[in-house]
């Protein structure tokens, strides 16, 4: 999917954005991953590949879980945003 046609359609969502991370990665466990899955995975794209690192943003997360799924190094820790906090989604 092209990047537009994602935030197009994440745009009708809203974020009650979390000033405690509830996503973290451990950078020297990515580096060293052949891989990248997260990359793939994350439906929001939330990681990216940039100067030899990957890196996120979890203010845009979609709560699926995916990338500590797909990871198979151990590198994502992932845990609910607390209540009230994170995405509510909007259909129409």
């Known amino acids: ?12 969502n809203t974020f009650a954005i979390d000033k405690d991370v509830h996503i973290t ?9 052949p891989h990248h899955r997260c990359l793939l995975a ?5 990681y990216k590949m940039g ?17 500590r799924i797909v990871c ?3 590198s994502v820790k992932w ?7 994170g995405v509510s989604f909007e259909y129409g």
């Open 42 to 46: 994350c439906p929001a794209g939330c």
């Open 79 to 85: 845990v609910l945003p607390r209540g009230g906090m």
């Open 51 to 67: 100067e030899g690192r990957v890196s996120y943003s979890y203010e845009g997360c979609l709560e699926c879980g995916s990338c």
């Open 25 to 33: 990665i451990q950078e020297d466990i990515c580096k060293a991953c």
């Open 1 to 12: 999917m092209k990047e537009k046609e994602l935030e197009k359609k994440l745009a009708v």
């Open 72 to 74: 198979d190094r151990g």
